[in-house]
Nanobody, 124 residues
């Protein structure tokens, strides 16, 4: 399996930006589709964005479309999530996850590999 480590979270005011990174090690990174998920206290883990193995196709939750951008650099084994115009409702623990299937999945249960998460807090 691939090992994942997230970084880049923090405290930011509404309207601000953060860039999250997901660094991978272990098996070749290009074998995996990567998803970003988030979980706020008392809520279920929800899909945020996903990117295919080559970086040529991306998907976003409606709540972040136009504000967040997912990208990957397979040479550096990193997936990034650029988050702009952040809102208080974006506050959550953000996770990256990997799966090796040939389709995009929005279901966290279909991702076998997860990082430990990085906290994003947006103040109003």
């Amino acid at each position: 399996q691939v090992q994942l480590v997230e970084s880049g979270g923090g405290l930011v005011q509404a309207g601000g930006s953060l860039r999250l990174s997901c660094a991978a090690s272990g098996r070749p990174f290009s074998l995996y589709r990567i998803g970003w998920f988030r979980q706020a206290p008392g809520k279920e883990r929800e899909f945020v964005a996903a990117i295919d193995k080559s970086g040529g196709a991306t998907s976003y939750a409606d709540s972040v479309k136009g504000r967040f951008t997912i990208s990957r650099d397979n040479a550096k084994n990193i997936v990034s999530l650029q988050m702009n115009n952040l809102k208080p409702e974006d506050t959550a623990l953000y996770y990256c996850a990997a799966h090796g299937a040939s389709y995009t999945s929005y279901d966290p249960m279909q991702y076998p590999s997860w990082g430990q998460g990085t906290q994003v807090t947006v103040s109003s």
